[in-house]
């Protein structure tokens, strides 16, 4: 073969045959499986190609999460939580929004008739429904009867048959003992329903996904309540239904995402061409589309509820429980993703045969990635030279030979 043929082989990529690292190509197409498929997001985000790095870049989501987690304890511990009426206790005033009444005239009468200002004024509702809400610490009789003459006096309120009347305006009680055996309750409810969860998690899932899924668990809570807490969401009774609810599309979550961690690295452990790492990416990939998309669905309605609630009936109930599933989802869809299944990655590989497993695959492929490198180089000399692959250089008649080289001729045996 002449020099240019040679030269035109490899630029064309043919194979090299008859040296030593011929045995070598064979593996080339093992190591080039594990290069990412070059597609557009949506190709990758749609099909599921296992295009995404989110196991390898588990460190980056840790540091994500971490963050969330230490703001939303900061603000649980700094700001604490607004409590709705119903646990702290109170008074709530509530008049219709017709006529000249608005948020700033009804507290500076509240204020004025009172000589403090009231916890919150809202406007909820809308059209004929609007109405006014005032919160305040719990009033006496005669604060209640003063406050409510206030009112009728400056804004001449209707009821709903159109006729004014100082009955349009509505004062509620709530007594701080009630509110207190309400969040105790909620409390006690709350802890039941997690033992259960943390039970039923626990005799589903094995040892490792049962840590996980516990982590992204408490995760969302803690996650969802600092939202509450930073925001200024008032915490009702409704909100903390909403909170039950979520965990269980956690739970939901954290099933699905397991169930194809499961399926993809079943006996991966008995193969040496990817690693539990490399099949838990896929499988976050596979299910991430998924998991979008039931969000976005779950979502809709949601966002349907808030703007019902608020902007046409005014029902704080819907809103509150809106709010908190609105939340809730949102955060569990990337627990349940981006750290479920990294730090089930982390804690396999750890220790037991899934580490065995990954180093014996990383240490594999370390040597063929060598040894293709040391045959790329030799192929490159070869190009440059021009000489056969394995082929010693030919020394020319009368040519002096290189320092160390061995003799090539003959040797005369000695006779005895």
Do not use: C
Request: net charge positive; hydrophobic share 45%; glycine share 10%.
């Amino acid at each position: 073969m002449s020099t240019a043929s040679r030269s035109d082989s490899m630029r064309g990529g043919g194979p090299v045959t008859g040296g030593p690292n011929s045995t070598l190509e064979p593996f080339a197409d093992e190591v080039n499986d594990f290069e990412t498929p070059k597609h557009s997001v949506f190709e990758r985000l749609y099909t599921g190609t296992g295009g995404f790095k989110i196991v390898s870049r588990r460190r980056f989501y840790y540091a994500l999460t971490a963050a969330f987690v230490l703001i939303s304890l900061l603000s649980i511990g700094i700001r604490g939580f607004t409590l709705g009426i119903d646990f702290a206790g109170g008074s709530r005033i509530q008049m219709p929004a017709a006529g000249t009444a608005t948020t700033q005239k009804v507290e500076d009468i509240y204020s004025q008739t009172i000589g403090h200002a009231p916890v919150t004024v809202q406007k909820v509702g809308s059209g004929s429904a609007e109405t006014i809400q005032v919160r305040s610490d719990t009033l006496s009789a005669a604060q209640t009867d003063a406050l409510q003459t206030a009112l009728f006096n400056a804004f001449q309120p209707k009821d709903r048959d159109g006729n004014v009347s100082r009955n349009a305006i509505s004062i509620a009680e709530i007594s701080e003992t009630w509110g207190s055996q309400i969040t105790k309750k909620a409390v006690i409810a709350l802890v039941v329903f997690i033992a259960l969860t943390m039970v039923y998690i626990a005799i589903r899932f094995e040892r490792d996904m049962s840590i996980a899924a516990i982590a992204s668990l408490f995760f969302n809570m803690i996650v969802t309540a600092g939202i509450y807490s930073l925001v200024g969401f008032e915490v009702t009774p409704a909100a903390v239904i909403g909170l039950l609810t979520i965990l269980g599309y956690v739970l939901y979550d954290n099933v699905v995402v397991f169930d194809k961690v499961e399926e993809n690295t079943r006996g991966v452990v008995n193969t040496s061409r990817r690693t539990y790492a490399e099949q838990a990416n896929l499988a976050a990939n596979q299910t991430l589309m998924r998991s979008i998309n039931t969000t976005v669905i779950g979502i809709l309605p949601i966002v349907g509820m808030l703007v019902i609630a608020v902007w046409l009936l005014g029902v704080g109930t819907l809103k509150d429980l809106a709010l908190v599933q609105l939340v809730g989802m949102i955060v569990g869809a990337y627990s349940s993703i981006f750290f479920a299944v990294p730090l089930l990655v982390s804690i396999k590989e750890r220790w037991g045969p899934v580490a065995v497993h990954t180093k014996k695959v990383l240490n594999k492929r370390a040597g063929l990635a060598s040894a293709r490198a040391g045959a790329e180089a030799e192929r490159r000399a070869i190009a440059a030279t021009g000489r056969e692959l394995g082929a010693r250089p030919v020394r020319e008649a009368g040519q002096t030979p290189r320092p160390g080289a061995r003799p090539s001729g003959k040797r005369n045996k000695r006779r005895h």
